[in-house]
């Protein structure tokens, strides 16, 4: 899994993966710089989440999965409107690294700049299989055709906003593998912003702002 997202600075670009190694068997870091130009090297964060963690059922029990370690990166001092590559990387214990491939990103125009800009907003996604293999919770087979367009017109796109219902998972964490897999096209190399729907959120006596006005801190 490969996130972009773009912190409050608009000299930043937030690099979210995960993997199987924890802290005390690889240090994380992402390897990035000026597309052509000498890389330097980022430290990453690392956190994880247990099964009690989550609410309930059944993601306390037959939805469980252990979502390995969770790292996350901030490219910092970034020049407006300039082509990045970066590279996913892990310090192993005996001195060696392991790197991904290399991914780009275009960062942001100067604040107040007079450009173009073309946002992608929609929400109520979720993900399909490809392969006609049976799961649990398949039935949002047009996620399918939504992604296949977003990549096929990434070059035309600057960011994406999925606003909530994001991987219809309820439960699963399994199925957020498979979301973040079919995203990770688009999420890699354009920032990717996500906001809570009810399926992330809702749970019993977890309050409810139906017929509400308020949203948050914001009436």
């Known amino acids: 899994m490969k996130f972009l997202t773009t912190?409050?600075?608009?000299?930043?670009m937030t690099?979210?993966?995960?993997?199987g190694y924890d802290i005390k068997e690889?240090?994380?870091?992402?390897?990035?710089?000026?597309?052509?130009?000498?890389?330097?090297q980022s430290p990453a964060g690392t956190l994880t989440f247990k099964r009690n963690?989550?609410?309930g059922s059944p993601a306390r029990t037959v939805g469980w999965r252990d979502p390995?370690?969770?790292?996350?990166?901030?490219?910092?001092?970034?020049?407006?409107?300039?082509?990045?590559?970066?590279?996913?990387?892990?310090?192993?214990?005996?001195?060696?690294?392991?790197?991904?491939k290399r991914y780009s990103f275009k960062s942001s125009p100067y604040p107040g700049q007079d450009s173009l800009q073309r946002v992608i907003i929609f929400?109520?996604?979720?993900k399909a299989e490809r392969d006609g293999s049976n799961e649990y919770n398949n039935y949002q087979p047009?996620?399918?055709?939504?992604?296949d367009r977003l990549i096929e017109d990434l070059s035309n796109i600057d960011i994406v906003l999925h606003i909530g219902d994001i991987s219809y998972a309820n439960g699963y964490i399994s199925q957020w593998d498979q979301f973040t897999a079919q995203v990770e096209p688009i999420a890699s190399r354009v920032p990717y912003m996500l906001g809570s729907g009810n399926h992330e959120r809702d749970w019993p006596d977890s309050g409810s702002f139906y017929e509400n006005i308020q949203v948050g801190s914001v009436v």
Request: net charge positive; glycine share 12%; charged share 5%.
């Open 68 to 100: 390995g370690f969770i790292h996350t990166s901030f490219l910092k001092d970034l020049w407006p409107n300039f082509a990045y590559t970066y590279q996913l990387g892990h310090l192993l214990s005996n001195g060696t690294s392991v790197l991904s």
């Open 53 to 55: 963690s989550m609410c």
């Open 15 to 19: 690099v979210t993966w995960t993997s």
């Open 26 to 40: 690889a240090v994380p870091f992402v390897l990035w710089g000026l597309k052509g130009q000498v890389q330097k």
């Open 142 to 147: 047009g996620s399918l055709n939504t992604t």
């Open 7 to 12: 912190p409050s600075y608009f000299v930043q």
């Open 123 to 126: 929400g109520d996604m979720g």
